[in-house]
């Protein structure tokens, strides 16, 4: 019986020993500390108020080059993912940006070109316009001066009929001239026109070049607000 007994004895000393070796070699994550090891990744835990995931802590990754799991908080994990979508949109901004600039200086190159010609064609328009204007004041003049030797006292009535429709006729050539001065110029100014849309495409270029440099601020602050949330 004694024997028994010390069986016994033993075997509850020996169940003891192997619990108390088990507890203190195995990590507790029972009570989990901000920051600090964690079993698996992706497994959740509520540390002080605050909801945290086992995971590799970006901040840490970016900064130290380590990638070991511990407990972080969901915040930094959801700040990162917001860095993340920014770090991406400056990429296909900048991208998109370079894109329409060569597509720009493309048509640009193309319109500039043809400008010399254009100007030149401008510079012909601008002569007939001219010219069309001061036949349409002569022929306003000579109106004029029809219409005066028509209401001359004293002449007879075919003669006065026929001061009236010259008059008539030169104020109908007026009106043409005028009119051809018109269309002249609006030729002239559509020719022109050319460099005005150069001006324009190259205006739109440089601001979409500087499109990137618009959001490049927005990623730094993400960054910053990843940092902190990160290292709290």
Not at 8 to 14: L, M, V
Not at 34 to 49: F, Q, R
């Amino acid at each position: 019986m004694k024997v028994h007994r010390l069986g016994k004895f033993a075997t509850a000393t020996a169940i003891a020993a192997m619990a108390v070796s088990t507890l203190i070699a195995t990590p507790s994550f029972a009570a989990n500390k901000a920051k600090a090891a964690c079993p698996k990744e992706n497994v959740k835990a509520t540390i002080g108020g605050e909801k945290y995931i086992c995971t590799k802590n970006p901040y840490t990754i970016e900064s130290k080059k380590t990638a070991k799991l511990t407990w972080t908080i969901v915040a930094c994990v959801d700040a990162h993912k917001v860095l993340l979508g920014a770090r991406a949109d400056l990429v296909k901004i900048t991208a998109s940006s370079k894109d329409t600039a060569a597509k720009l200086d493309a048509e640009i190159k193309v319109l500039e070109t043809a400008l010399p010609a254009k100007l030149a064609a401008a510079a012909v328009w601008d002569a007939k316009a001219i010219k069309y204007r001061a036949q349409a004041e002569s022929a306003t003049a000579l109106a004029v001066a029809d219409i005066a030797k028509a209401n001359q006292a004293g002449i007879n009535a075919a003669t006065k009929t026929m001061w009236t429709r010259a008059a008539t006729a030169r104020t109908q050539a007026a009106t043409s001239y005028k009119t051809g001065a018109i269309n002249a110029e609006r030729l002239s100014a559509g020719l022109k026109k050319t460099q005005a849309d150069i001006d324009a495409k190259k205006k739109t270029r440089d601001k979409v070049l500087g499109y990137p440099a618009v959001i490049a601020p927005q990623v730094d602050l993400a960054k910053t607000n990843r940092d902190l949330i990160c290292t709290l």
